[in-house]
């Protein structure tokens, strides 16, 4: 009778209990597996998985002996894109079973991990997870580096036009001072204004100046 599948088995276990790989662009990053044998029968294992393209598993077929262990080599191969919100639908499963002993890996017969003629057969299941190379997926730089080049590019013109609008409403608000000033002036006949209407003019002067620069700075968009 086939045993049922469960991470929890009866002749191996494995640690962890779940494939975590720190995620980086253009870079292969690997998770290894302890597969522990819980056994006084040799116990042979096989690894496989939903993406094969994507990993790679050494080894990928072994025999453990009794009471004894071995690690598998999980490596995640260079990826160009992020996954979608780091979400990961790869699935792994570690099939097991009691073999003769003094078996070798390479004697093993092709329907080693087969059901059929009543071996018993375990499976144990896992999943993969991405996590960050700062471990914080909320971490403002992690999505800023997971945004397309079209939404970067569009924060950043809109970006421009806030402190366009900005300098706009400043230049505004100086010359409505300006405005003032001069009207004090004509009815008080200030000594002071002279100098100061130097310094808001100039000031006003350097804000013009800076908005020019905004505006023919910002990047233009093609049809």
């Not at 006084?40 to 393209?53: D, I, M, W």
């Amino acid at each position: 009778m086939t045993a049922p599948s469960s991470n929890a088995n009866s002749l191996i276990s494995v640690l962890p209990d779940e494939l975590k790989f720190q995620f980086e662009l253009e870079k292969q990053t690997f998770c290894d597996l302890k597969v522990v044998n819980n056994t006084e029968h040799h116990v042979a294992f096989k690894v496989k998985t939903t993406s094969p393209k994507k990993y790679f598993v050494r080894p990928n077929t072994g025999v453990i002996l009794p009471w004894d262990s071995c690690v598998i080599r999980v490596t995640l191969q260079a990826q160009r894109d992020y996954p979608p919100d780091m979400q990961c639908k790869d699935k792994f499963l570690l099939q097991s079973t009691i073999v003769s002993p003094n078996t070798d890996v390479d004697d093993l017969p092709q329907d080693t991990f087969t059901k059929e003629g009543g071996r018993a057969l375990e499976e144990c299941k896992l999943r993969v997870v991405y996590v960050t190379a700062q471990g914080n997926l909320d971490d403002e730089t992690t999505r800023s580096s997971m945004r397309s080049p079209d939404t970067t590019s569009n924060q950043t013109i809109q970006q421009l036009k806030e402190e366009r609008d900005l300098a706009i409403r400043q230049t505004l608000q100086l010359q409505v001072e300006l405005d003032l000033a001069r009207r004090r002036k004509n009815r008080k006949g200030d000594p002071g204004f002279s100098f100061r209407f130097a310094v808001i003019v100039g000031f006003i002067g350097i804000m013009v100046g800076f908005l020019f620069n905004l505006l023919s700075s910002s990047p233009t968009t093609q049809n």
